[in-house]
């Protein structure tokens, strides 16, 4: 997976294999993991802002995801990927079925104005220890993500912020 892609796949597959109903888990899991897939089918626009130990500083990207696109703001510059909603749903689905993820619905909240519901998802696997709280709003879309990775090592902890906006999403002038 080359650097540029990287931001958006690795954020939606986290998500989904954290918050995966396992077989065991409770049905506190299956809003987020379908709000993860109408995600993918739902063109979005994410602002990311991230720190980790790997890199120095804070970092901000945005993606903008049209169903057919998928536009990567990194360090000022807008770039192009093709995009398959319906394979990256299909993805997610998969990711989904293999999580051992607990979810816990921490109840109704705000998110920059809007009405949520607020979950918290923990994962802990050999390589890394993911710590999330989601915002899903009405219409079962996520409005905002924070997520917390420790995968020990040089690599340390990342934290990411990402704020998803619905109206309105256009490609932008590359």
Not at 38 to 67: D, F, W
Request: proline content about 5%; hydrophobic content about 35%.
């Amino acid at each position: 997976m080359t650097r540029m892609t990287c931001p958006t796949v690795s954020l939606v597959l986290i998500v989904a294999l954290a918050c995966a109903p396992a077989h065991a888990q409770t049905a506190a899991c299956t809003p987020i993991a379908d709000a993860m897939v109408r995600l993918a089918a739902t063109p979005n626009h994410q602002h990311i802002v991230e720190t980790a130990a790997y890199k120095h500083g804070t970092s901000q990207s945005e993606v903008i995801e049209t169903g057919s696109a998928r536009y990567l703001k990194i360090n000022g510059k807008w770039r192009s990927h093709p995009y398959d909603a319906k394979a990256e749903a299909a993805q997610i689905g998969q990711a989904m079925q293999a999580s051992k993820a607990t979810c816990t619905n921490a109840g109704s909240g705000d998110s920059d104005g809007r009405t949520a519901t607020l979950f918290r998802l923990h994962n802990q696997s050999d390589d890394a220890k993911t710590d999330q709280q989601v915002w899903i709003g009405a219409n079962g879309l996520p409005l905002k993500q924070v997520i917390d990775i420790d995968v020990g090592g040089a690599l340390g902890k990342s934290h990411r912020e990402i704020r998803y906006d619905y109206a309105d999403v256009q490609p932008p002038e590359i």
